[in-house]
């Protein structure tokens, strides 16, 4: 490979866009990202995007193909590949890739990740980049997006049996809002780490 080209497959980008599926009203965001990273960095931006706090296991379908973390066994699962030897671009398909990505067995919090409109990046951008969303992530560990639901219901009851252990468990979340802020910053950590990468790319590609 070239250094030009090299350049030129690092600052490639992508946009995504991220559903957290059976959502209502919906849950999501979109970002544009690498598309140089690997499937582990992408999940790592799903994660930051969304609000969640990385504390399960998950995985990625993409056309039947499953990626996730080195497992010793299966269990009876579709075999698995490493996510961090894949890279975004070499799933790609023409057009736009969708990717199921689910994190937490447990809850099953299902995601419909989009790819599309893959293009040059701006050598001076940082990425991965925040672009747009709605509404805030449900809470760890509440029992699923059905769970959730129950949950806000009863938050929104003052009657229900539940209503005050809810109240005080929740400790002021409000789903129909979003703090853009922290996902800013936990998004710029990881164009930092690819910015010491791209100087040792881009620099020798310019002489």
């Known amino acids: 490979m070239t250094a ?3 350049v030129d497959s690092f600052t490639q980008i992508a946009t995504v866009r991220i559903d957290l599926k059976d959502s209502d009203p919906p849950i999501w965001r979109m970002v544009e990202v690498p598309t140089s990273i690997t499937l582990k960095v992408l999940h790592d931006i ?3 995007t969304m609000g969640w706090f990385d504390y399960h296991l998950w995985e990625m379908d993409i056309g039947g193909q499953t990626y996730g973390l080195p497992i010793d066994e299966d269990w009876g699962t579709a075999p698995r590949k490493p996510a961090s ?3 975004l671009r070499d799933v790609l398909a023409p057009g736009s890739t969708r990717i ?5 067995f447990g809850d099953n ?9 893959v293009r040059a990046g701006d050598v001076g951008t940082g990425y991965p980049r925040y672009i747009a ?5 449900p809470p760890e560990d509440c029992g699923g997006i059905s769970g959730f639901y129950e949950m806000l219901e009863a938050q929104a009851d003052p009657d ?9 468990w929740l400790d002021g979340y409000n789903p129909d809002e979003l703090d853009v802020f922290p996902i800013e910053v936990a998004l710029g950590r990881i164009a930092a780490r690819r910015n010491a990468a791209a100087k040792r790319i881009i620099k020798p590609a310019n002489d």
């Open 46 to 48: 799903v994660q930051v």
């Open 85 to 87: 030897r894949t890279r």
């Open 100 to 104: 199921d990505y689910t994190y937490d």
């Open 4 to 6: 030009r080209t090299a």
């Open 133 to 137: 969303g709605e509404r805030d992530c």
């Open 109 to 117: 919090w299902e995601h419909t990740l989009i790819v599309t409109d």
């Open 160 to 168: 229900h049996p539940d209503h005050a252990e809810i109240h005080e």
